[in-house]
């Protein structure tokens, strides 16, 4: 689970490296700021985007739905 906005590195860079190197886990990002510029299509394979705010209920369900799907896709 990371934000989109961090400094030095974005979300979607570390979730992409992630994937290159590998990474089969799933990866929750989170941003404030889901408008026209962030290209949702463009997020790796196996990680889900979360808007800000939520609360538990929603962290929980995209949690249990990711710690439930098979990233590799087998």
């Keep these: 689970v ?20 590998g990474a089969t886990f799933p990866i929750v990002l989170m941003t404030g700021y889901a408008g026209p510029d962030l290209e949702r299509s463009a997020l790796p394979h196996g990680t889900a985007l979360l808007d800000k705010p939520f609360d538990f209920a929603e962290l929980e369900a995209v949690l249990g739905r990711m710690m439930g799907a098979n990233v590799t896709g087998n």
């Excluded at 990371?2 to 030095?8: A, G, L, T, W």
């Excluded at 974005?10 to 490296?17: D, E, K, Y």
């Design 2 to 21: 990371s934000d989109i906005n961090m400094p030095r590195i974005n979300g979607i860079t570390l979730a992409t490296r992630q994937r290159e190197r």
